[in-house]
């Protein structure tokens, strides 16, 4: 079984610095590396092959429900804040009961979670979303007023003050994580 929302991107940003890098230095790159890369993708592509890897888990679920889905691809604020509610959290399949009394939980990193956000748009990787919730101000920077901005800055001014922090979890993404079963279990409490 393939995912099915995939990035074609997903998984390459290090091995593309890498390679830049090893350019850059006039060093050859090294077999092992870009063999580990391989498996990295070949692993990521495979990895809801086994029935049992698609169960209880949360990345399964937001890749195959057509309207989070299309949430994700239409709204790129909606997508950070999704991406900022997995990180620093986890959370439990409230509809099995004993995977709640077993407190077995859903979680992962900031850099997985961008990823996953990476693959429900299909484009990028996780590069794209990591630390998004730490605020660009180089996006309004020269300017301090609002009316100084270029048209395409207050765009992404607009955009970007509806991003929150990592661990952040907004109504909406309760909202809907609620729907798909899902409840925060460990919630940051920053």
Same mark, same amino acid.
């Given at each position: ?11 390459? *940003? ?22 580990? *890369? ?9 990895? *809801? ?11 399964? =679920? ?56 990476? =693959?429900?748009?299909?484009?990028? =990787? ?58 925060? *279990?460990?919630?940051?409490? =920053?």
């Amino acid at each position: 079984m393939n995912i099915p929302s995939r990035s074609p991107e997903r998984n390459t *940003f290090q091995k593309e610095k890498y390679l830049e890098r090893c350019k850059k230095e006039n060093k050859q790159p090294s077999q092992d590396y870009l063999d580990m *890369f391989e498996q990295m993708l070949t692993e990521s592509q495979n990895k *809801f092959q086994d029935e049992k890897s698609r169960i209880h888990n949360l990345e399964y =679920d937001l890749v195959t429900t057509e309207w989070i889905l299309e949430k994700v691809r239409n709204s790129d604020s909606y997508a950070q804040n999704l991406y900022a509610a997995m990180c620093n959290n986890e959370f439990l399949k409230y509809t099995e009961v004993w995977k709640v009394l077993k407190e077995e939980s859903w979680g992962c990193s900031w850099r997985y979670a961008g990823g996953i956000i990476a =693959d429900m748009q299909q484009k990028g =990787d996780y590069i794209d979303w990591y630390c998004s919730g730490i605020k660009d101000i180089s996006v309004y920077a020269p300017y301090q007023e609002d009316q100084e901005l270029t048209e395409e800055q207050l765009a992404r001014k607009e955009i970007v003050d509806r991003y929150v922090g990592e661990g952040c979890i907004t109504e909406e993404i309760r909202e809907d994580l609620h729907k798909l079963g899902w409840t925060p *279990f460990k919630e940051n409490e =920053d």
